[in-house]
């Protein structure tokens, strides 16, 4: 079965870091972009950052500067290094992945971190 679980999600206070794992696991031939997305309590689900097979990377413009995404692709892992959070930072973050399995090319959601930035 393939999937792809989030980790290292929890409370920090307002300046604090975290780091987000994803790893993707299951008969996986190949992956192609990953990203990550959180989605807030009332609000829609938003782009965090993207990165690409090749490593280019893409950041909502509220992150920047702040986060860091990175991949290694022996481990079929995804991370996103957050720094710098903020209170508007809190959500759940979901990691997104194009996958080759044998199904073929699909789009893959993990079942999503809690990220609550609080004094």
């Known amino acids: 079965q393939v999937q792809l679980v989030e980790s290292g999600g929890g409370l920090v206070q307002p300046g604090g870091s975290l780091r987000l794992s994803c790893a993707a696991s299951?008969?996986?031939?190949?992956?192609?972009?990953m990203g990550w997305y959180r989605q807030a309590p009332g609000k829609q689900r938003e782009l965090v950052a993207t990165?690409?097979?090749?490593?280019?990377?893409n950041y909502a413009d509220s992150v920047k500067g702040r986060f860091a995404i990175s991949r290694d692709n022996a481990k079929n892992t995804m991370y996103l290094q957050m720094n710098s959070l903020k209170p508007e930072d809190t959500a759940v973050y979901y990691c997104?992945?194009?996958?080759?399995?044998?199904?073929?090319?699909?789009?893959?959601w993990g079942q999503g971190t809690q990220v609550t930035v609080s004094s």
């Open positions: 990165i690409t097979g090749g490593g280019i990377t």
């Open positions: 299951g008969s996986i031939f190949s992956i192609y972009a």
């Open positions: 997104n992945a194009d996958l080759v399995t044998t199904a073929g090319l699909k789009d893959y």
